[in-house]
């Protein structure tokens, strides 16, 4: 069974710059996350989705931070413009039933300078 | 609102001494709980969870834990540490499995094996 994946790896962008990350959850999973990692934090959730339908978005900088899941499928999370304070690892994370068993990517690591 | 303490952001053991990493909760409503790891520059793997069922449970790589309600505690144990458990450990809380609350996170342990 394939995991998710994530796209990039790493990335590094000047502040004011945009950046998107890509997610693909477990292919039939119908919750997705997107998870905040700063260095010497936990995971701090910022969206869910339900299939293609927002459950929780009250943690994302709306101001900036924007993402979708078409089709209830793939997931673009989206920073305009970045801030330096948005250095961290950008995790996507998707389960068959929401909060059971979240199966992690391995994360995009984002450096803005 | 839902919480997790990990007490310790780094813990060292020696190699076949035991792991205990600590975690306590703040939940108003009977937690679900979790435990993942996570290797360097790796995702998160879940290592156990507890659903309500037994309140010991185990997990991968020879690790179990212990839900005690009256001490809101799910404290991660390993009788023998080896050198391939050095990685940071999360402990995570859910009030539903609904959907409904998200996935609470602690801030982390780091765990040192020392040969």
């Known amino acids: 069974e394939a995991g998710v994946a994530q796209s990039p790896r790493y990335k590094i962008i000047e502040k004011r710059q945009s950046v998107a990350f890509w997610c693909n959850p477990i292919?039939?999973?119908?919750?997705l996350y997107w998870y905040q990692q700063i260095l010497g934090q936990g995971p701090k959730l910022l969206i869910q989705?339900?299939?293609?339908?927002?459950?929780?978005d009250s943690q994302l900088p709306k101001d900036r931070f924007s993402a979708e899941r078409l089709k209830g499928v793939d997931s673009t999370l989206k920073i305009q413009p970045a801030k330096l304070e948005d250095s961290a690892v950008y995790l996507c994370?998707?389960?068959?039933?929401?909060?059971?068993?979240?199966?992690f990517g391995q994360g995009t690591r984002l450096t803005v300078v | 609102a839902q919480s997790v303490t990990q007490l310790g952001s780094h813990v060292s053991v020696s190699e076949g001494a035991l792991v205990l990493l600590r975690c306590n909760y703040s939940?108003?409503?009977?937690?679900?709980l979790f435990w993942y790891v996570q290797y360097p520059n790796q995702g998160l793997q879940l290592l156990l969870k507890?659903?309500?069922?037994?309140?010991l449970v185990k997990g991968i790589n020879g690790f179990e834990a212990e839900f005690k309600k009256s001490e809101t505690s799910f404290h991660l144990t390993k009788p023998s540490a080896h050198m391939s458990d050095a990685a940071e450990y999360f402990c995570?809380?859910?009030?539903?499995?609904?959907?409904?609350?998200?996935?609470?996170f602690g801030k982390g342990t780091r765990l040192s094996v020392i040969a």
């Open positions: 994370a998707s389960s068959l039933v929401a909060n059971t068993e979240a199966f």
């Open positions: 292919s039939g999973h119908a919750t």
């Open positions: 989705f339900q299939n293609n339908g927002v459950v929780d």
């Open positions: 939940s108003s409503v009977p937690p679900y």
């Open positions: 507890y659903t309500s069922a037994a309140t």
């Open positions: 995570a809380v859910s009030e539903d499995l609904s959907g409904n609350t998200p996935l609470v």
